[in-house]
């Protein structure tokens, strides 16, 4: 049976993974990669050659998801397709080609390829490809006068995730039809997660889409001002003027409201009023409507009255997808073992993964050299080791689980398949080469066990990688990003 032509083997594999997985994990993992070569082996059997643009990388998609695609390939070719991966350094033209068609195909919310060149030196930024700079970050931004929107904050702009799934899908139902479902809507969450940039997003949409609609976004100690200033001019008309005829209203961290009993009094008011128009109302808050304080019941009740969505910690590929997409944006190119290394490092928020994406991206400029691990560690230096200090086993366990996508409840399970006890007793053995823990002090941490079944992993890891220059290769990179 001839060969199936590679590149449409491949697109429909990878139309494939694209409904199956995560889409930004799709974008940050599958859709940079050049089409698959497909050819005969000298046993006949089919074989789909993979460049990827490192080692790291190599050994991330081998992990994760090599066995996933060989399964589609085999079912899409009718016969076995064995997958080979190795590392090439630069993209072929075609290759590229077809994956700008893929993207035609595949459809992403995102008008930038996280990973478009993702791997060519970029040190010098006065060389580096002309990208749009939005400023979403880099503050300073231009903001609308009337409307006080930030037009970066887009959805386009907006990394998708887990994080942010159910926020963002119902934001952009509200952006698709303002005043139908799900108002009003509240989004909440942690410091610098994006609530800001999500409710932002509705409203550049909604003037996109039509120029007239009448939007406002505002931080609620604006709206407090503006009560206060109307309140000592008695022009109370002029505030209902102003707020009761929006068709849009975005209100930023509602939780600012406490105990500022005029001020509820009339956002009570401007609340029924919109919501009567089917105007739509969007707010944003550090928590949930129950759980703000000084608050008027009879608001807070409002408040929960159309959809609540929670916007949380973005997890480990969302962050390596935002730096990529943030460090393009800023027209660098971050290399992804690079971009993993910072995200692993720094977890909290995105307003922290800027700053620490802004610090290695001036330290490359003002350094004229490449970005890397190393030249990220020294730009870190300072976060680094106070995250040195806080190395601990339970980060191992975290991030081992991550590396061989396992669940962190394995660590301490009595599972004992082999593809649970592996990283089970990597885990082990990392504990014990970079923490000062004692092996029972591990065995207690690994849900209880003796410390001979510690020991016993330490040395078979230990030999192990001796010999075996794959295992010995992923214990570097899982090594490099818990050293930090
Ligand atoms: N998913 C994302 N994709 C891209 N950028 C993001 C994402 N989430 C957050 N950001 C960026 O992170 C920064 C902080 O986000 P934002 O100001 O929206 O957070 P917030 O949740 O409103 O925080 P706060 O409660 O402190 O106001 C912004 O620059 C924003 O553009």
Same mark, same amino acid.
């Given at each position: 049976?001839?060969?199936?032509?590679?590149?449409?083997?491949?697109?429909?594999?990878?139309?494939?993974?694209?409904?199956?997985?995560?889409?930004?994990?799709?974008?940050?993992w +599958?859709?940079?990669l050049?089409?698959a070569?497909?050819?005969?082996g000298d046993d006949?059997a089919?074989r789909a050659r993979l460049g990827v643009p490192n080692r790291f990388k190599l050994d991330w998609i081998r992990a994760q998801y090599a066995g996933r695609i060989e399964s +589609?390939l085999s079912?899409?070719?009718?016969?076995p397709v064995r997958l080979e991966l190795s590392v090439q350094a630069?993209?072929?033209?075609?290759?590229?080609?077809?994956?700008?068609?893929?993207?035609?195909?595949?459809?992403?919310?995102?008008?930038?390829?996280?990973?478009?060149?993702?791997n060519?030196?970029?040190?010098?930024?006065?060389?580096?490809?002309?990208?749009?700079?939005?400023?979403?970050?880099?503050?300073?931004?231009?903001?609308?006068?009337?409307?006080?929107?930030?037009?970066?904050?887009?959805?386009?702009?907006?990394?998708?995730?887990?994080?942010?799934?159910?926020?963002?899908?119902?934001?952009?139902?509200?952006?698709?039809?303002?005043?139908?479902?799900?108002?009003?809507?509240?989004?909440?969450?942690?410091?610098?997660?994006?609530?800001?940039?999500?409710?932002?997003?509705?409203?550049?949409?909604?003037?996109?889409?039509?120029?007239?609609?009448?939007?406002?976004?505002?931080?609620?100690?604006?709206? +407090?001002?503006?009560?206060?200033?109307?309140?000592?001019?008695?022009?109370?008309?002029?505030?209902?003027?102003?707020?009761?005829?929006?068709?849009?209203?975005?209100?930023?961290?509602?939780?600012?409201?406490?105990?500022?009993?005029?001020?509820?009094?009339?956002?009570?008011?401007?609340?029924?009023?919109?919501?009567?128009?089917?105007?739509?109302? +969007?707010?944003?808050?550090?928590?949930?409507?129950?759980?703000?304080?000084?608050?008027?019941?009879?608001?807070?009740?409002?408040?929960?009255?159309?959809?609540?969505?929670?916007?949380?910690?973005?997890?480990l590929e969302?962050?390596v997808?935002?730096?990529?997409?943030?460090?393009?944006?800023?027209?660098?190119?971050?290399p992804e073992d690079v971009?993993f290394f910072?995200?692993k490092?720094?977890?909290?928020?995105?307003?922290?993964?800027?700053?620490?994406?802004?610090?290695?991206?001036?330290?490359?400029?003002?350094?004229?050299?490449?970005?890397n691990i190393q030249?990220?560690?020294?730009?870190?230096?300072?976060?680094?080791?106070?995250?040195?200090?806080?190395i601990?086993v339970?980060n191992i366990q975290k991030t081992v689980a991550d590396f061989y996508k396992i669940k962190v409840?394995d660590m301490y399970s009595k599972k004992r398949p082999a593809s649970i006890a592996r990283p089970r007793q990597i885990a082990m053995y990392l504990a014990k080469e970079l923490t000062?823990k004692?092996l029972?002090?591990i065995g207690?941490l690994f849900g209880?066990r003796d410390h001979t079944t510690v020991l016993h992993a330490v040395r078979k890891i230990g030999g192990e990688r001796q010999k075996d220059t794959e295992l010995n290769q992923q214990l570097h990179v899982l090594e490099q990003t818990l050293k930090g």
């Amino acid at each position: 049976m001839p060969a199936p032509a590679a590149p449409s083997l491949w697109q429909q594999g990878c139309e494939r993974l694209a409904a199956e997985m995560p889409e930004q994990q799709f974008n940050t993992w +599958i859709r940079p990669l050049d089409a698959a070569e497909l050819s005969a082996g000298d046993d006949g059997a089919l074989r789909a050659r993979l460049g990827v643009p490192n080692r790291f990388k190599l050994d991330w998609i081998r992990a994760q998801y090599a066995g996933r695609i060989e399964s +589609i390939l085999s079912e899409l070719a009718g016969e076995p397709v064995r997958l080979e991966l190795s590392v090439q350094a630069a993209a072929p033209r075609q290759a590229l080609m077809s994956r700008a068609a893929l993207a035609g195909q595949v459809g992403s919310p995102s008008p930038s390829n996280p990973a478009s060149a993702p791997n060519q030196p970029v040190a010098n930024p006065a060389q580096a490809p002309a990208a749009p700079s939005t400023g979403t970050w880099s503050g300073g931004t231009a903001v609308a006068a009337s409307n006080r929107l930030n037009p970066a904050l887009t959805f386009d702009t907006l990394v998708p995730g887990r994080a942010n799934q159910m926020a963002r899908t119902a934001a952009l139902h509200v952006a698709g039809a303002p005043g139908a479902m799900y108002n009003p809507l509240f989004i909440y969450g942690g410091v610098g997660l994006g609530k800001t940039h999500l409710m932002n997003a509705v409203g550049n949409q909604l003037i996109k889409d039509k120029p007239d609609a009448r939007v406002l976004y505002l931080h609620a100690e604006q709206f +407090i001002t503006d009560v206060v200033k109307n309140y000592q001019r008695k022009t109370f008309d002029e505030l209902k003027a102003k707020y009761h005829s929006l068709d849009l209203l975005l209100i930023d961290d509602v939780q600012f409201f406490a105990g500022k009993e005029r001020t509820q009094e009339e956002f009570f008011n401007a609340f029924e009023a919109l919501l009567s128009r089917r105007a739509h109302i +969007i707010m944003t808050s550090d928590t949930y409507p129950k759980g703000l304080v000084d608050i008027d019941e009879r608001l807070t009740s409002r408040f929960d009255s159309g959809l609540t969505v929670a916007i949380e910690p973005p997890e480990l590929e969302m962050r390596v997808a935002i730096l990529m997409r943030k460090s393009e944006q800023e027209g660098a190119s971050m290399p992804e073992d690079v971009a993993f290394f910072v995200a692993k490092n720094v977890r909290a928020n995105v307003r922290e993964l800027e700053g620490a994406l802004r610090k290695v991206l001036a330290y490359s400029r003002f350094s004229g050299k490449d970005i890397n691990i190393q030249l990220a560690r020294e730009a870190l230096k300072d976060l680094l080791s106070i995250q040195n200090r806080q190395i601990g086993v339970e980060n191992i366990q975290k991030t081992v689980a991550d590396f061989y996508k396992i669940k962190v409840a394995d660590m301490y399970s009595k599972k004992r398949p082999a593809s649970i006890a592996r990283p089970r007793q990597i885990a082990m053995y990392l504990a014990k080469e970079l923490t000062q823990k004692s092996l029972p002090e591990i065995g207690d941490l690994f849900g209880g066990r003796d410390h001979t079944t510690v020991l016993h992993a330490v040395r078979k890891i230990g030999g192990e990688r001796q010999k075996d220059t794959e295992l010995n290769q992923q214990l570097h990179v899982l090594e490099q990003t818990l050293k930090g």
